[in-house]
């Protein structure tokens, strides 16, 4: 009863706080006038025109294709590297200077670079998103590592434990937390490095047709496609990052 009053509770304010946000930007739209805000009414217009004539579907695709290959891709390679590097001072030690000089640089940097080395589209768009989701993921795993219980590593070799039982049993429990704490940030930021990407550097995608709306001065339709981006960043979060949150919170205590 109390698990289901506080879901109905956070449902509540959920509800609240987009009505007062709908609110808010109808008034915007009201006193800048829907040639600068446009109203959520012409918004909803504009997402269905995008929709009937097929600019939608045919963006939306290559876009959530560019996030899911480039933030996989980055995500296996900072899990492997943070693991090694946490064991290994000296691999840390090589990896630092890299890790801080991508975490330093401005994202436009790399964006010019990777459309350089990789011209216009799809290329581009996963290399930036490897190159800004690997950092994330290597230094909460990092953090995990340097976390687990030396006490702990210490009985399992008094007792002659195998190696992969320590990872089953000790090590991948322990990065649970962490690595979730790096895994949802970089899922968070990677839908949005795409969409940049393809804003600067693409001939199709939601990002392109953003610097479309720009260039033909179509408000509504730019408000459309924010709101598109806006979903899908939602919808990415409850499919693909509270799932697996659940799933390894509850394997930790389990374990």
Do not use: C
Request: no cysteine.
């Amino acid at each position: 009863m109390t698990v289901f009053t506080g879901k109905l509770n956070n449902f509540q304010n959920h509800l609240i706080s987009f009505t007062a946000l709908l609110i808010v930007w109808q008034a915007l739209s009201m006193i800048f006038g829907n040639a600068i805000v446009p109203s959520p009414y012409e918004t909803m217009r504009a997402v269905g025109v995008i929709h009937e004539n097929g600019r939608l579907w045919d963006y939306l695709p290559l876009t959530l294709y560019r996030f899911v290959v480039g933030f996989s891709i980055g995500a296996v390679l900072g899990f492997i590297f943070g693991a090694i590097a946490g064991f290994n001072h000296r691999i840390y030690n090589l990896l630092q200077p890299l890790v801080g000089t991508i975490l330093g640089s401005p994202v436009i940097v790399v964006v010019v670079l990777a459309m350089i080395w990789f011209g216009m589209g799809s290329n581009q768009a996963i290399f930036i998103n490897i190159v800004f989701t690997f950092p994330l993921v290597y230094m909460s795993t990092v953090e995990g590592v340097r976390m687990i219980d030396r006490n702990l590593l210490e009985m399992a070799d008094s007792f002659g434990i195998n190696k992969w039982i320590r990872w089953w049993e000790l090590y991948l429990p322990a990065l649970a937390t962490s690595f979730l704490s790096g895994f949802a940030f970089a899922a968070g930021t990677a839908l949005r490095r795409a969409i940049m990407a393809e804003l600067l550097g693409s001939y199709d995608g939601i990002g392109y047709a953003m610097a479309m709306t720009r260039v033909n001065l179509n408000i509504a339709e730019l408000f459309a496609w924010i709101l598109v981006s806006l979903i899908v960043v939602v919808i990415v979060e409850f499919i693909m990052i509270k799932p697996v949150q659940k799933y390894m919170l509850r394997w930790r205590t389990i374990s």
